[in-house]
């Protein structure tokens, strides 16, 4: 088989050793005769993978014990709704807008009734190529929402902004991928498809001052709720948080968050460094906003993208393409993608622009 390296943006690459114990145990989870697609949620194989991901994770990202961790389903797209349902009492919340994501967030705030969602900074003006600074607020919010990876647009907050107040993320495309004061955030969100385990499962952080505030809400959207009852008032995605376990466990293998993110940012710098001098291809991305994860480019003709995205996938370089918004490629460099990937790409692209120039 032709050798396949995955850029997509989500659902995305899986480390291999993950995807091979998966392979290996599939039939008979922990030998029990089951696989772990068969297995109660109310069984004691499931409630100890459940306990173990969710203490590795608590590892992983240093979450002391006033945060609660929950996997619940429905994607990031639900929390957008859900955040400010369960968190914004006063009805007063700050968005920064960064692009596509974070407008998703503010629109479905504004349906709650009685909301005032206030735009304090965007990067609009440089058509999202930048990160906002954000002024100083002067109201109280309920929360300031940032999105710290723009996975379309390729622009992340490399440092965590300071704001008046409780700050909440959008995560998806960057959880793990590098480290953050965690501890920072009153609310952290992301859906799982991208650097955790397969879609389905959502990945929500809350700080417990946070829980308890709002009665009577729709029990699935309750996180108060969820969080007594250990995210299984309901079924689980079993599959996917077992998945994710195995996940949280590869990466400590490999140095935690740290770790991790010093390989991210060697992958990421030979792709960047590759398009600093290339002639043909550039990053539209001002450099102090650029993404480990995820990295748009362009050769500015959009005949040319489409002859390199259809060269580089019949060559084993998938999912290149850029998203319908922004054109162009993109590749997405997720934890599991390997920094062979990155090299065996950028020496495709000098072939490529070598045959072109
Ligand atoms: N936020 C960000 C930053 C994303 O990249 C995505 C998905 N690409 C979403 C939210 C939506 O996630 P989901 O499909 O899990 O609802």
Do not use: C
Not at 181 to 202: H, M, R
Request: net charge negative; aromatic share 10%; no cysteine.
């Amino acid at each position: 088989m032709q050798q396949v390296y995955n850029f997509a943006a989500g659902p995305a690459v899986l480390p291999q050793p993950v995807l091979k114990q998966i392979q290996a145990e599939f039939l008979s989870y922990h030998g029990s005769g089951m696989s772990i697609t068969e297995i109660s949620h109310r069984s004691s194989l499931f409630q100890d993978l459940y306990h173990d991901a969710e203490q590795t994770l608590r590892q992983l990202m240093h979450l002391p014990d006033n945060y609660r961790i929950l996997f619940l389903q429905g994607g990031a797209s639900l929390q957008f709704y859900m955040l400010p349902l369960n968190i914004a009492v006063n009805r007063q919340v700050a968005y920064v807008d960064t692009g596509h994501w974070s407008q998703k967030a503010v629109t479905e705030a504004q349906k709650l009734a009685g909301m005032q969602v206030d735009i304090v900074a965007s990067s609009k003006d440089s058509s999202y190529t930048t990160i906002p600074e954000i002024p100083t607020l002067n109201k109280a919010y309920d929360y300031v929402h940032i999105t710290t990876n723009n996975t379309i647009e390729g622009t992340a907050f490399n440092q965590v902004p300071d704001v008046k107040g409780t700050l909440v993320a959008d995560m998806s495309s960057n959880i793990l991928a590098q480290e953050y004061p965690f501890d920072k955030f009153g609310v952290i969100y992301a859906g799982a498809q991208k650097n955790i385990a397969p879609a389905g499962l959502t990945v929500v952080i809350v700080r417990d001052d946070l829980l308890g505030q709002v009665e009577g809400l729709p029990t699935m959207l309750d996180y108060t709720l969820q969080a007594k009852k250990d995210s299984a008032y309901n079924t689980p995605p079993v599959f996917d948080i077992y998945t994710a376990g195995l996940v949280f466990h590869w990466l400590q293998d490999r140095g935690g968050i740290a770790g991790t993110e010093k390989i991210n940012r060697a992958k990421a710098g030979i792709l960047y460094d590759y398009l600093a001098q290339s002639k043909l291809f550039h990053s539209p991305i001002a450099a102090a906003a650029r993404s480990l994860t995820n990295i748009p480019f362009v050769t500015g003709d959009s005949n040319l993208d489409a002859e390199f995205v259809a060269a580089a996938d019949a060559a084993g370089f998938k999912n290149l393409k850029g998203h319908r918004l922004v054109g162009g490629m993109r590749a997405s460099l997720y934890n599991a993608l390997s920094i062979e990937a990155v090299t065996a790409l950028v020496d495709f692209m000098a072939k490529f622009e070598k045959g072109v120039g």
